[in-house]
């Protein structure tokens, strides 16, 4: 155990380390700027030492000040708090270099948590749980896809593959989705995120499968305007012309005062003389 540790941060971060280290009979000697000069952590630190100006970030993460402090005022270890010098393996390199004991991870354990893909390999080959993704960096955004936590068990994440299989299991080959289901739901806006993800694949190319996600999603919420308005669409699109007119017609029971009101209105009225003409 060393005597005497300096502290390369300030504010809360700096007050604990004085608080730790007073219950561990060693000694503190807090780095400062001229802003931090008549800050509570300076008051309360066995000394103190100025490292620079006001200019608090520069002044933190001024290695050769920061060095320099250390070596003066006869410190064996500096505490980096968090952020400022925490995370920077080349400061943890120069502390040993300097014979100074850098309180937190070697510099070789900060390069390899710091490069976040790397981390992950890591983390699984020492068997460690990791969340669903990508084995190497993304070149592009578009190469990303959507995660989902599956709202019946928490524990498992979804991608779009996996929320198409999760909807085949709830309907167990039935055509629709019984609401008392729907009911052991712990998240019904995860699972709203989950059918309008499919939604937006299904509706491009394949209409009735659009119509049986928003009719799961109605289940969620059965009077969710934009949902009804949506299923009137789509109704008429795979030509079941009477529901169509019955769901427009409730979309502008809900919503009266409607933007598209006459839109609307007038897709009834053609729905109507379409259903004329074919009869």
Do not use: W
């Not at 060693?26 to 620079?52: K, N, Y």
């Not at 270890?77 to 010098?85: E, K, T, V």
């Not at 019946?152 to 055509?175: I, P, Q, V």
């Not at 934009?226 to 502008?252: F, K, N």
């Amino acid at each position: 155990m060393f005597h005497k540790l300096l502290i390369a941060n300030r504010g809360e971060i700096a007050l604990r380390i004085i608080r730790t280290c007073r219950e561990l009979g060693i000694r503190t000697v807090i780095a400062h700027s001229t802003a931090d000069a008549q800050s509570l952590p300076v008051r309360m630190a066995d000394e103190s030492i100025c490292v620079g100006p006001d200019d608090a970030r520069g002044r933190y993460l001024n290695i050769a000040g920061i060095i320099s402090a250390a070596v003066v005022t006869d410190s064996e270890a500096i505490h980096p708090g968090y952020g400022f010098l925490a995370e920077n393996p080349a400061f943890a390199e120069i502390c040993r270099a300097c014979g100074l004991t850098f309180v937190g991870p070697s510099p070789e354990a900060i390069r390899l948590m710091g490069d976040k893909a790397q981390a992950r390999v890591i983390a699984k080959q020492a068997g460690v749980p990791v969340v669903p993704g990508s084995e190497l960096p993304l070149k592009h955004e578009s190469e990303a896809g959507d995660i989902f936590i599956d709202p019946f068990n928490r524990g498992r994440l979804l991608d779009t593959a996996g929320c198409a299989e999760l909807l085949s299991e709830m309907t167990s080959g039935k055509e629709e989705l019984q609401a008392e289901h729907l009911e052991s739901v712990s998240n019904k806006r995860i699972l709203a995120r989950i059918l309008l993800n499919l939604l937006g694949i299904y509706q491009a190319g394949d209409p009735r499968r659009a119509l049986a996600t928003i009719e799961r999603l109605l289940l969620i919420n059965p009077n969710y305007a934009p949902h009804v308005r949506l299923r009137g669409m789509l109704l008429a699109s795979v030509g079941d012309q009477t529901g169509a007119i019955a769901e427009l017609e409730r979309y502008l029971m809900l919503v009266p005062e409607a933007e598209d009101f006459d839109a609307i209105k007038e897709q009834i009225q053609s729905i109507h003389l379409n259903r004329a003409r074919l009869n």
